[in-house]
């Protein structure tokens, strides 16, 4: 019996009472789970086995196939069901960690990260962007590619002034090395918003002003890294 904390990403239909989930687990990365009776009304099931549940459950493996044996329900988010942005905002996200997570291989901050953004999409705080930016941006920082708005990338020096980022470079060209690199400009006020997102808390990232270019900057970052920039529910937003 193995226990784990699992997050459906997706859920399809099969056989006639049964579904397979697609779910991120703390401790085992992107899994697959054979949730059996999960359709029926009475099943004991049918809470934990819905797209957003969050839950603690036993499973058992059979051959390459999870089967859920018991689940308790933490979270399912359900104000997500109750506000159409909330619940676009939120279906990017598990598009988008359903794609970066792997088969064995968890990061279980990532995990978290990811409970913790859809617990405040679905409290309604109506920053929707700005959680989105910072969960992108402090993502492609968890899986290895951190920006660095602190020096700059070619001679070290502290940035202080207006300076070029390539995302390419992962940093920034200060005001005297800026001609031997490419990238896109931006003042010293972008940069230290850029960098107080990333390590700004969901809670408190309502009172960071962000301007359109630096949600395009912090996503085209994210999609460089991650190889990937055609995600479906981004045409909802
Ligand atoms: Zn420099």
């Known amino acids: 019996m193995i226990t784990d904390e699992i ?6 239909s099969y056989k006639e009472n049964d579904k397979i989930l697609h779910a991120l687990s703390r401790m085992r990365g992107k899994i697959q789970l054979i949730s059996k009776g999960s359709k029926k009304s009475n099943s004991h099931l049918i809470n934990v086995s819905q797209l957003f549940a969050y839950s ?3 499973m058992t493996l059979s051959r390459d196939m999870y089967i859920l044996t018991s689940a308790d329900l933490i979270d399912n988010f359900f104000n997500l069901k109750n506000n159409i942005d909330a619940f676009f905002y939120g279906n990017y ?3 988008l960690i359903s794609y970066v997570a792997q088969e064995n291989e968890y990061d279980s901050r990532i995990f978290d990260m990811t409970v913790a953004i859809l617990k405040h999409l679905s409290s309604s705080s109506n920053y929707y962007d700005k959680l989105t930016a910072a969960y992108e941006i402090k993502l492609a920082s968890m899986l290895g590619y951190k920006p660095d708005f602190l020096h700059c990338v070619s001679c070290g020096a502290e940035i202080n002034t207006d300076a070029r980022f390539s995302i390419a470079e992962g940093g920034l060209y200060c005001s005297g ?3 031997y690199g490419s990238g896109i400009n931006v003042t010293l006020n972008e940069i230290i918003t850029m960098e107080r997102i990333l390590k700004t808390r ?3 990232i309502g ?3 962000v ?3 630096i949600y395009k900057i912090i996503r085209d970052f994210l999609f460089y890294y991650i190889g990937k920039d055609n995600f479906t529910t981004l045409k909802l937003l």
């Open 207 to 209: 009172s960071i002003e």
């Open 56 to 58: 603690k459950c036993s």
């Open 202 to 204: 969901f809670e408190d």
């Open 7 to 12: 997050l459906v990403v997706k859920e399809v």
């Open 211 to 213: 301007s359109p270019k």
């Open 93 to 95: 996200i598990l598009e």
């Open 177 to 179: 090395c800026v001609n």
